[in-house]
Every structure is written in structure tokens, then in C-alpha cells.
């Protein structure tokens, strides 16, 4: 393993340099859908019409299939009574850990929603009904609980419903379940993967048609949300998560390679690190190669820094600034000593970004307030971290008297006129008449 990893170092001194850097982006981005040849699409159709043609028969014929538990319709609902249970037994060091992140983010949603603005030409209203995607690997994901229902909950959401696969001991982590509870979610659904997002909007009993579905997952479930786009709301096409470190010779070797590893060791996760310092991309990799041996999970997390993973050295900040703006990386932690706000000044396209060297990514993925659930693949040019204000939506209030609309009269039947549109013309001429 001890030369494994070296091939993660790419410096601009390469003479594929270029190539190299924009190959391994273009691998992240695929690893959030499918290719449009890509036989998968086809099964993902063959599901969905399975499902329209049988219902709740389809969607738990795929939980057996895809997650291996065999459950009835009935059963797909988690009992109020084991929320309730989960809550009852959870270490209460921990539910009050809980506590206080929910109180964190709660705060910083309140101080960000623009829904109360008032303004007589627009009003704005909640989502009334809303699904979140909760992942259910080998372990518990409760933080992406908190980070999707609180934003709704500030907006004014009055109905948040779970799913996630039943994939601890036939159900959903309890710790999951707990958190549910303590944020009185109690429409919790043991299914999950692309029968699941189905199953939100088509609303086939006991499960009801939802209007937004937000929360992370993997390409089927990414490829589902995409697919209902336009049918119901989403918060964007997520992907691994990913890490671009910007790093210059003040920075600590050891806390770099940590803080690649923490996204490393989702596997799949994009972990990469920029800087204009070879001794520092030395010293990194040598860190990378040392930690990586205590994770539980080394192996994976080996063959993720090998597929999305790298070390690239600049010639100078301009480029690397240029490029890390091109990659609008999901989080982006910025490692430069006294020059850290500076750089941060001028990145134009991240999910987040961590300033500092104790402000890693874990800060933000359960503590500091801003939702986690962000835009991955270059999509943060165009997307912005999940929100309170990602759950209203505006109505446009128009209201106009007779002397208002008299004056602007003559101007609106030129430009109906205009657009031969004489219907319209005469909807504004009819009311000058009398």
C-alpha cells in the first residue's frame, strides 16, 4: 500500500497535467447518475411502471428484492409506539447532543427565512407536504434527519414524511427513529431506493403524495428524483459527497489528510486537496498513507482516494482558485493560515465553505446550523445548500383599481397588439367602455 496512493499526486509540472485534473472531476459527476446508454435507466423505468400497474404489491416486492426484508403494506409504516420506544431508550448524553444541534440549526434557519418579508405584491405560503430520504447504510444517518426537517419546520411545513430501507435488523436505526420523534416526525416509512420516491408521489395508501422531495441517497434514488422532477420538487441531483481542501504551507499535513479521509470514507466520497506547496502534497500523501491503515474501513476507503480522490499542485494561487471555482465543490475548507478569508473572498461556487483550520467539514455536517444537505458535481454554480427558504413559495399579488387600470390602459393594448393578442386587447378595452 505504500505506493498505492501515489498516483493521487498530480502536479502541474505533468505533462498530462490538465487532462488528469478534468478526468477525475468528470468521474465524480458520473458517479451521481446514470449514463444515458446506461442499461439501469430501463430498469428504473420497469420499476416505476411495475409500481403505477400494482401499487403497494410492486413496492414490496422491490424492498424484498433490493433490500432484503420482506414486508406487507401494512407494515411499511413504523408504529408510532416503536418512535416512541426508540426515544425512551436512546443515550440521553447523546439525545442531548441531538437536542442541541436541532437548536443550532433551528437558529440559523430562523435568522436566514425571508418568508416573513412582507411586500402587497407577493405572499408567500409553505410547502404543505413534504418526503425526506433518509440513507440507510450500515450505520445510522439521524444528522440528515435534522438537517432536512428543521429547515421545513422553520418554513412552516406542517406535514415531513420519512422513508429510508429497512436495512437494521428489518427496520430503521433507532437512533434515526429517536430523532424522528423528538422533532414529532411521526409518518416514518421503512422503504427506501427508487420504489420509495415513487411511492412519494404517486401516494398510493398508507402512504400519500408528497409535493418535495429532499435528502441525499444513491444514483437510484438520485435518478428517481430526478425522473418525478417537474411532478413534484426537488433539491437538487447529489452525488458522492466531496471535499476540496485548499491548503498552502501553513496548514497541517495531519488535519489535511484527516479531513480527506472523513469524505473519503463515505465510498463512495471525493476527497481532493489543492495547493501550490510540493513539500505540502508530500507530506499530505504521507499522512493519507499512514491514517488510512487505522480506519475500520481502510480497504474502501484505498480504493475511493484512488477513483476520486487526489493532491494537486498549482503553479500559483490565481490557477488554483480559477480551478477550484470550476469544480464548485460540495465543501470546501480553506487551510491557509492568515491568508484563509482572503481565499475565501474569492470562491464564487461551493456548497460551503469552512475557513480555518478548525473549521472542518464535521462542524458543519452536524453542528454549526447551515443545512448539509448541499449541492455536489460542479451543480453548486447553479444550486445552494437546502434551506428554510427551500420549503415556501411565492404567489405574486396583482390588484389594480379602475383609475389604475385606466392609466396603464392604452400602453398594455399596444403591447397586446403588438404580440396579436387581441383577446387580451380587448379585455382592458371592454372595461374603458362605460
Same mark, same amino acid.
Given at each position: 500500500?505504500?505506493?498505492?496512493?501515489?498516483?493521487?499526486?498530480?502536479?502541474?509540472?505533468?505533462?498530462?497535467?490538465?487532462?488528469?485534473?478534468?478526468?477525475?472531476?468528470?468521474?465524480?459527476?458520473?458517479?451521481?447518475?446514470?449514463?444515458?446508454?446506461?442499461?439501469?435507466?430501463?430498469?428504473?423505468?420497469?420499476?416505476?411502471?411495475?409500481?403505477?400497474?400494482?401499487?403497494?404489491?410492486?413496492?414490496?416486492?422491490?424492498?424484498?428484492?433490493?433490500?432484503?426484508?420482506?414486508? *406487507?403494506?401494512?407494515?411499511?409504516?413504523?408504529?408510532?409506539?416503536?418512535?416512541?420506544?426508540?426515544?425512551?431508550?436512546?443515550?440521553?448524553?447523546?439525545?442531548?447532543?441531538?437536542?442541541?444541534?436541532?437548536?443550532?440549526? /433551528?437558529?440559523?434557519?430562523?435568522?436566514?427565512?425571508?418568508?416573513?418579508?412582507?411586500?402587497?405584491?407577493?405572499?408567500?405560503?409553505? =410547502?404543505?407536504?413534504?418526503? =425526506?430520504?433518509?440513507?440507510?447504510?450500515?450505520?445510522?444517518?439521524?444528522? *440528515?434527519? =435534522?438537517?432536512?426537517?428543521?429547515?421545513?419546520?422553520?418554513?412552516?411545513?406542517?406535514?415531513?414524511? $420519512?422513508?429510508?430501507?429497512?436495512?437494521?435488523?428489518?427496520?430503521?436505526?433507532?437512533?434515526?427513529?429517536?430523532?424522528?420523534?423528538?422533532?414529532?416526525?411521526?409518518? $416514518?416509512? /421503512?422503504?427506501?431506493?427508487?420504489?420509495?420516491?415513487?411511492?412519494?408521489?404517486?401516494?398510493?395508501?398508507?402512504?400519500?403524495?408528497?409535493?418535495?422531495?429532499?435528502?441525499?441517497?444513491?444514483?437510484?434514488?438520485?435518478?428517481?428524483?430526478?425522473?418525478?422532477?417537474?411532478?413534484?420538487?426537488?433539491?437538487?441531483?447529489?452525488?458522492?459527497?466531496?471535499?476540496?481542501?485548499?491548503?498552502?504551507?501553513?496548514?497541517?499535513?495531519?488535519?489535511?489528510?484527516?479531513?480527506?479521509?472523513?469524505?473519503?470514507?463515505?465510498?463512495?466520497?471525493?476527497?481532493?486537496?489543492?495547493?501550490?506547496?510540493?513539500?505540502?502534497?508530500?507530506?499530505?500523501?504521507?499522512?493519507?498513507?499512514?491514517?488510512?491503515?487505522?480506519?475500520?474501513?481502510?480497504?474502501?476507503?484505498?480504493?475511493?482516494?484512488?477513483?476520486?480522490?487526489?493532491?494537486?499542485?498549482?503553479?500559483?494561487?490565481?490557477?488554483?482558485?480559477?480551478?477550484?471555482?470550476?469544480?464548485?465543490?460540495?465543501?470546501?475548507?480553506?487551510?491557509?493560515?492568515?491568508?484563509?478569508?482572503?481565499?475565501?473572498?474569492? =470562491?464564487?461556487?461551493?456548497?460551503?465553505?469552512?475557513?480555518?483550520?478548525?473549521?472542518?467539514?464535521?462542524?458543519?455536517?452536524?453542528?454549526?446550523?447551515?443545512?448539509?444537505?448541499?449541492?455536489?458535481?460542479?451543480?453548486?454554480?447553479?444550486?445552494?445548500?437546502?434551506?428554510?427558504?427551500?420549503?415556501?413559495?411565492?404567489?405574486?399579488?396583482?390588484?389594480?383599481?379602475?383609475?389604475?387600470?385606466?392609466?396603464?390602459?392604452?400602453?398594455?393594448?399596444?403591447?397586446?397588439?403588438?404580440?396579436?393578442?387581441?383577446?387580451?386587447?380587448?379585455?382592458?378595452?371592454?372595461?374603458?367602455?362605460?
Amino acid at each position: 500500500m505504500s505506493k498505492e496512493l501515489d498516483k493521487i499526486l498530480i502536479s502541474y509540472k505533468q505533462a498530462n497535467f490538465e487532462e488528469r485534473v478534468i478526468g477525475l472531476r468528470v468521474q465524480v459527476i458520473s458517479a451521481s447518475r446514470f449514463k444515458t446508454d446506461d442499461e439501469r435507466n430501463a430498469q428504473l423505468n420497469e420499476i416505476f411502471s411495475e409500481i403505477v400497474t400494482r401499487k403497494n404489491a410492486a413496492i414490496a416486492e422491490f424492498t424484498e428484492k433490493f433490500d432484503g426484508v420482506k414486508l *406487507t403494506p401494512d407494515q411499511f409504516r413504523v408504529d408510532e409506539a416503536d418512535l416512541k420506544k426508540a426515544h425512551n431508550e436512546i443515550d440521553k448524553e447523546l439525545l442531548a447532543s441531538i437536542r442541541q444541534a436541532i437548536a443550532n440549526v /433551528r437558529k440559523y434557519q430562523e435568522e436566514i427565512f425571508t418568508g416573513s418579508f412582507k411586500h402587497p405584491g407577493i405572499k408567500y405560503t409553505p =410547502i404543505k407536504r413534504v418526503g =425526506i430520504c433518509v440513507p440507510g447504510a450500515s450505520t445510522p444517518l439521524p444528522s *440528515t434527519v =435534522i438537517m432536512c426537517a428543521v429547515p421545513a419546520q422553520v418554513a412552516g411545513v406542517k406535514e415531513i414524511v $420519512v422513508v429510508s430501507p429497512p436495512r437494521y435488523k428489518g427496520s430503521i436505526h433507532p437512533v434515526t427513529l429517536a430523532v424522528c420523534c423528538e422533532l414529532k416526525i411521526n409518518e $416514518v416509512y /421503512r422503504i427506501g431506493g427508487a420504489q420509495a420516491v415513487a411511492a412519494l408521489v404517486y401516494g398510493y395508501e398508507p402512504i400519500r403524495k408528497v409535493d418535495k422531495i429532499v435528502g441525499p441517497g444513491n444514483q437510484w434514488v438520485q435518478m428517481a428524483k430526478k425522473h418525478f422532477f417537474g411532478f413534484i420538487d426537488i433539491d437538487s441531483i447529489a452525488g458522492p459527497s466531496e471535499v476540496l481542501i485548499i491548503a498552502n504551507d501553513k496548514a497541517n499535513p495531519a488535519w489535511v489528510a484527516a479531513d480527506m479521509l472523513s469524505q473519503a470514507e463515505h465510498a463512495p466520497g471525493s476527497a481532493m486537496m489543492f495547493t501550490i506547496s510540493q513539500e505540502l502534497a508530500e507530506e499530505v500523501l504521507l499522512e493519507l498513507k499512514t491514517q488510512v491503515k487505522q480506519l475500520k474501513r481502510s480497504r474502501e476507503t484505498i480504493d475511493c482516494l484512488k477513483k476520486f480522490g487526489c493532491i494537486v499542485v498549482f503553479e500559483n494561487m490565481n490557477n488554483l482558485i480559477e480551478k477550484a471555482n470550476d469544480f464548485a465543490p460540495e465543501h470546501l475548507e480553506i487551510q491557509c493560515g492568515d491568508e484563509s478569508r482572503e481565499i475565501a473572498d474569492k =470562491i464564487e461556487n461551493a456548497g460551503a465553505i469552512f475557513i480555518g483550520e478548525y473549521s472542518p467539514v464535521a462542524v458543519g455536517d452536524y453542528w454549526a446550523g447551515p443545512s448539509h444537505t448541499l449541492p455536489t458535481g460542479t451543480s453548486a454554480k447553479f444550486f445552494s445548500a437546502l434551506s428554510a427558504n427551500d420549503f415556501i413559495k411565492s404567489t405574486s399579488i396583482i390588484e389594480y383599481d379602475k383609475k389604475k387600470l385606466a392609466e396603464s390602459a392604452e400602453d398594455i393594448v399596444r403591447l397586446a397588439e403588438a404580440e396579436g393578442l387581441d383577446a387580451h386587447a380587448k379585455s382592458i378595452k371592454i372595461r374603458q367602455q362605460d
